[in-house]
């Protein structure tokens, strides 16, 4: 009987805390960060704010966690014939990211409350978003001998990340108007950071 009752328990906890991190997503959308609160998100949950409370202290740490599990699956993109191709679509997947998601606009919210909350700054500090997918596509090329073994990952990380990264934040133009142009400059910077 125990045993019943915790299976039927732990779906609905699992279903409330989804609805949590999708009420963030819309309220920050709705009434930017300032104007997000522990109850807000409670209320557009639809449940009591002792539940989202059960999983997160602040409200950045529930829209961290929500920028976080839908920034995994929006900057990882599948395998590509070419290095270069690599590199076209993951810039793509990052300006995409920072200029018309929610996880994007969220990402950006907590930047900037970042600016001057040390808790927050610890928070964005805490997970990098970018290393992982960047990394894949390093590892690509190098698996496919487009880069050399001896590459650099941490640098040319930086390098295929920094120029989209910028443009994604600032809004500024983007020359050729697509982040896209700036991909066979980044394969030849890590190529070169590679020979080094």
């Not at 805390?17 to 963030?24: G, K, N, S």
């Not at 409370?53 to 900057?75: C, G, N, P």
């Not at 690509?140 to 443009?167: C, H, K, N, Q, W």
Request: negative net charge; without cysteine; glycine residues 10%.
């Amino acid at each position: 009987m125990g045993e019943d009752r915790q299976r039927v328990g732990r779906p609905r906890s699992e279903q409330a805390r989804t609805a949590i991190l999708h009420a963030v997503d819309d309220l920050l959308v709705e009434v930017g960060y300032a104007a997000l609160t522990m109850k807000g998100i409670a209320e557009r949950a639809g449940v009591g704010r002792q539940t989202v409370y059960r999983w997160w202290s602040t409200k950045a740490e529930v829209l961290f966690e929500a920028a976080i599990t839908d920034a995994v699956e929006e900057l990882t993109k599948p395998p590509q014939a070419t290095l270069l191709d690599d590199v076209s679509t993951y810039l793509e997947a990052v300006e995409g990211f920072l200029t018309g998601s929610h996880a994007g606009t969220a990402y950006r919210a907590l930047l900037g409350e970042a600016q001057h909350d040390p808790e927050v700054a610890r928070l964005v500090g805490s997970a990098a978003l970018f290393d992982g997918p960047s990394r894949a596509v390093l590892e690509r090329g190098i698996s496919r001998g487009e880069l050399p073994p001896g590459t650099p990952l941490d640098a040319a990380m930086a390098v295929l990340t920094g120029p989209a990264f910028y443009l994604g934040l600032t809004g500024a133009a983007v020359p050729g108007g697509s982040v896209r142009a700036f991909a066979p400059a980044l394969v030849a910077a890590v190529r070169e950071l590679a020979a080094d």
